[in-house]
């Protein structure tokens, strides 16, 4: 349905009709013009299952076209993913290929929390197979997925960054390295055990995303993993991604955005250790 | 034009009548008419519009409304006294809106949808909430308190006017359920519903008041907007939010705005209930503006003497809601000493039942707060839980012995 122009408007009328038993959708048009709608989804959506003794339960599902590479105008290239996995109460998922979009959205429609779906919007024109009977791996929208198996290093990524590293693995394949790859799928919750276990088997983990570094889902991955897998690291985890600026005008974005060269630098990095 | 500048002095309602006599002036503003009908005097008037509405209100349901008005004002006493002993962390009183708020709460029906801010007690005793359960969330134990379901009265809402857009969706979710049953074919099982989304003066500048206003519009939502000017918003008084009556604001996005008496509970009933039925009927959203005012502090933690004068807080308690009806009742005859005093019985004996059951409000466990985060599992609030109940448990040997050490003590060894 059209609505006004007008996101917090969308998000608190969602939060209406989910109270009244309806499965709201909302479409935020591009990643930078989520804030206005930020309040309700921070300190209403996320809070009232909660604040309702769960009582209450608001299943809206939030749809946000995010990241670069498209050469668009200011507000149009943003990751802000970090900023909404931050909030209890969420769940944050982003599909990186037709087929995880296909299920992850239904699966999102389905489930009686608030999800976000971060859609890397230069991946919308990538054609894949889907398969509409069987969600195959992508039964579950909260787990990782390993793209492809590797031994001397892993690579986690999500979203638009999924065939960046998975290009940067087959590149450093021809160098001798076996890579593996990780499309991390869900951003909240987190799949800690899936990229646990393979930093167990590899050693070594690259980080990959669009967002800035710092207080970025990388750092907290580096943090956890730390954590959790200590005695198999043999280097600290590498972070790729945006540098601490607004996101910059279109005609340098290239040298902003992760590309398979600076997954590759960074891997040497990792495996100088 | 300096004129119509926003005056941060004070100058209490005289600036407010200045500023809309300037807006009639500028702009060909129409001053508001505020619809009364119980006038201070105790002297019941007439409207040609919601009189109609008035005669409905039989000499039971008049007392009715004086009784809930002076339980709600009693319990209200009560609540401020339990934040002063240290039984509430904060208070937030409503006396001198109690006419604004059982009015317009009587006039609802059980079948539609109230979306409160934190200020709406007296709204929450006509639709039957539990009002020790009321205060949970100013004892700080639950941020709710009740559940909504049982009562159509929502949870408070403490971000200002974020409740108007949840109204307006939800108000939405009741024309699609109509639709949908329409198109079922089957008989009507459920009655018309509509919502109120009550704020106040000060949240009436908030973005999402105007945007639940143009949704409102835009889908002819079945909502009221209850908007209690109390004509102050902590220490900020409403001409800095309006330069025009609020209730003229709802001509802006094409649906009625009135300005009602809101310490006239009968005036207020009408409207509302006229408002009610507009909305159920399909006609569309409704603006209500209750000019009244809050006699007491924004909130415990507020001192109204350091920015408003006592002679305002004077004039105002002459226009006070339940004075005028009491008048009303004992010249028509309608209520005498006994029933009075048995209002005045009643009052007491519900404060000392919140009274005794706020300090048996249970003090929740934080794994419930783990239990609530999400409806479904999440696995970081489960990983988390199970480091807490190890850590917890690592004290478990220390715990006891505190407590036989504490038990020693008080067994005098």
Redesign the interface.
């Known amino acids: 349905m059209d609505t006004p122009l007008a996101e917090s408007g969308i998000i608190g009328t969602a939060i209406g009709l989910a109270l009244r038993g309806y499965r709201p959708v909302c479409e935020i048009q591009f990643d930078g013009f989520v804030f206005p709608g930020f309040n309700q989804i921070t300190t209403q959506l996320a809070k009232m299952h909660a604040r309702s003794n769960g009582n209450l339960t608001v299943p809206v599902v939030i749809r946000i076209p995010y990241g670069g590479g498209i050469g668009s105008v200011e507000h149009h290239s943003e990751s802000p993913e970090a900023l909404f996995a931050h909030t209890a109460g969420l769940r944050i998922i982003t599909p990186s290929n037709p087929h995880d979009a296909y299920w992850m959205i239904q699966q999102a429609v389905d489930c009686q929390d608030p999800v976000i779906v971060f859609e890397p919007k230069r991946r919308y024109w990538l054609k894949g197979e889907v398969d509409t009977e069987a969600p195959g791996h992508a039964a579950d929208p909260f787990k990782a997925h390993v793209l492809r198996e590797g031994t001397d290093a892993t690579v986690v990524a999500y979203g638009p960054l999924v065939p960046v590293a998975l290009a940067a693995a087959n590149a450093a394949e021809e160098d001798g390295r076996s890579v593996e790859v990780i499309d991390l799928r869900s951003i909240s919750p987190l799949d800690f055990d899936t990229v646990t276990a393979s930093v167990r088997k590899t050693g070594r983990l690259v980080v990959a995303h669009e967002a800035p570094t710092f207080g970025g889902i990388g750092g907290e991955i580096a943090a956890r993993i730390s954590e959790r897998a200590f005695h198999s690291l043999e280097a600290p985890v590498i972070r790729v991604g945006g540098f601490h600026m607004p996101y910059p005008v279109a005609k340098v974005e290239e040298d902003y955005l992760p590309d398979i060269d600076r997954i590759l630098e960074a891997l040497d990095r990792a495996l100088s250790y | 034009m300096g004129t119509h500048l926003p005056s941060t002095e004070f100058d209490g309602t005289a600036v407010d009548d200045q500023r809309e006599a300037d807006a009639e002036a500028v702009m060909g503003e129409p001053p508001a008419q505020m619809v009364q009908l119980l006038g201070p005097d105790g002297k019941l008037g007439a409207d040609p519009v919601y009189s109609q509405y008035a005669d409905k209100l039989t000499p039971e349901r008049l007392r009715g409304l004086y009784a809930d008005m002076a339980a709600i004002r009693r319990f209200d006493v009560e609540a401020t006294a339990l934040q002063r002993q240290g039984q509430l962390a904060l208070w937030v009183p409503l006396t001198g809106q109690e006419a604004a708020q059982i009015g317009s709460g009587r006039a609802s029906q059980p079948q539609d949808?109230i979306f409160p801010t934190y200020r709406e007690h007296g709204v929450a005793l006509t639709r039957n909430v539990d009002l020790a359960e009321l205060l949970r969330q100013f004892r700080g134990v639950?941020?709710?308190g009740w559940?909504?379901?049982d009562t159509n009265f929502?949870?408070y809402?403490l971000?200002l006017a974020?409740q108007?857009?949840?109204?307006?969706?939800?108000?939405?979710?009741?024309q699609?359920?109509q639709k949908l049953a329409a198109a079922a074919g089957g008989a009507r099982q459920e009655p018309d519903a509509a919502v109120i989304a009550y704020f106040g003066d000060g949240a009436s500048s908030e973005?999402?008041v105007h945007?639940?206003m143009?949704?409102a519009s835009?889908y002819n939502a079945p909502v009221v907007f209850f908007c209690q000017n109390n004509h102050w918003a902590i220490s900020v008084p409403t001409n800095v939010q309006t330069r025009v009556p609020l209730s003229n604001r709802a001509k802006g996005y094409g649906f009625p705005g009135i300005r009602v008496d809101g310490n006239d509970v009968i005036a207020v009933h009408a409207v509302t209930e006229w408002a009610l039925e507009h909305a159920r009927q399909g006609k569309g959203p409704v603006l209500i503006e209750a000019f009244t005012y809050r006699v007491g502090a924004h909130t415990t933690a507020d001192d109204p003497t350091k920015y408003r004068p006592s002679a305002e807080e004077d004039a105002w308690r002459a226009k006070d809601p339940l004075l005028r009806l009491e008048k009303y009742l004992r010249a028509e005859g309608l209520a005498d000493d006994d029933f009075f005093a048995r209002v005045k019985a009643d009052g007491d004996e519900l404060a000392a039942y919140v009274r005794r059951t706020t300090h048996d409000l249970e003090t929740p466990d934080i794994r419930?707060?783990f239990?609530?985060?999400?409806?479904?599992a999440?696995?970081?609030?489960a990983e988390e839980l199970a480091w807490f109940e190890e850590y917890e448990a690592g004290f478990a040997g220390v715990d006891s012995s505190a407590e036989q050490g504490q038990a020693a003590a008080k067994a005098g060894h």
């Open positions: 949808y639950s941020n709710g559940n909504p379901k929502h949870l809402t971000v974020a108007t857009l949840h109204a307006v969706g939800y108000a939405m979710g009741i699609r359920d973005g999402d945007e639940s143009v949704f835009s419930s707060a239990a609530n985060t999400y409806a479904e999440h696995p970081l609030v």
